[in-house]
């Protein structure tokens, strides 16, 4: 058996990430409408009908757009916290009580056959979670929106087997690109986005036998390219001695398509 994650769209213009173990399947985010979501599952050969649930990030509109529809249509339950719920209003206000679950920061919970815990990340929303979730003795760890890996972060991030990380932009074409300077300001300060050079340099320090496949996501459309991300991602760990001879395997995510389904055996 093995556990498949696909991601239907990863970036500033909507993120969704599919994980399954076969039996099963869990969303995380619904940053792209409902019927793109249905569409990109329907392509994959996933039915609606073996998706348990929606597992929330934050309150960005590119992480909830389509959350609403899929708990209309689909009757799917949304899991986050108390703070992101409360964050997310008038889409909360919507939303059948039924469909909401309210989740612990850091306490265990079960769903579809996955045992899940939330973490809290430094972003500019009221709260943003990332999600680290365990099948048998995998690990995956999703964490898209963060201005800096902190100390509660770091050991969910550095126990993954599959890591879904950010790398939203490279230093250069922030600091030269067109954005006004309080933007730039924002996303690079530490509860904005992860840097090429930050991710990169944090997944090289703590390089480990057990990390498997890593997905660098949430790639900005004016400030990154997939090249710039990888080649950052090379050199950090370069300097490091690191030979990359396949392990981990390394990919960038798209941020309009969906990804190849990446598969972990269990
Ligand atoms: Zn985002
Ligand atoms: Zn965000």
Redesign the pocket.
């Known amino acids: 058996m093995a556990l498949e994650f696909c991601s239907l769209s990863s970036g500033s213009s909507g993120n969704c990430y599919y994980l399954g173990n076969g039996f099963h399947g869990i969303l995380i985010d619904a940053g792209i409408s409902g019927a793109a979501i249905r569409k990109a599952l329907k392509n994959l050969g996933v039915s609606m009908q073996t998706i348990m649930g929606v597992l929330i990030t934050?309150n960005?509109s590119d992480?909830v757009r389509g959350l609403y529809p899929l708990t209309v249509k689909n009757h799917l339950p949304a899991f986050t916290s108390h703070k992101v719920w409360e964050s997310l209003g008038y889409v909360k206000d919507k939303i059948s009580s039924d469909c909401i679950r309210e989740i612990g920061l850091q306490q265990k919970f079960h769903l579809a056959g996955f045992t899940i815990e939330a973490f809290p990340v430094s972003?500019d929303?009221p709260e943003t979670i990332g999600f680290h979730i365990c099948s048998g003795d995998k690990k995956i760890t999703i964490a898209t929106?963060l201005g800096h890996i902190c100390q509660t972060a770091a050991p969910y991030i550095k126990a993954a087997n599959l890591l879904v990380i950010e790398s939203n932009y490279d230093e250069e074409m922030l600091v030269n690109g067109k954005y006004p300077y309080f933007l730039k300001e924002r996303v690079r300060s530490d509860h904005g986005h992860l840097g090429n050079h930050q991710t990169s340099a944090f997944l090289a320090e703590n390089m480990s036998e057990h990390l498997s496949h890593i997905c660098l996501a949430h790639l900005s459309q004016n400030n990154n390219s997939p090249e710039k991300a990888m080649d950052t991602l090379r050199k950090s760990f370069l300097e490091k001695g690191i030979a990359l001879n396949g392990k981990p395997q390394i990919m960038v995510l798209n941020r309009n398509m969906p990804s190849e389904m990446i598969k972990v055996n269990l």
Request: charged content about 15%.
């Open positions: 934050h960005h992480h972003h929303a929106d």
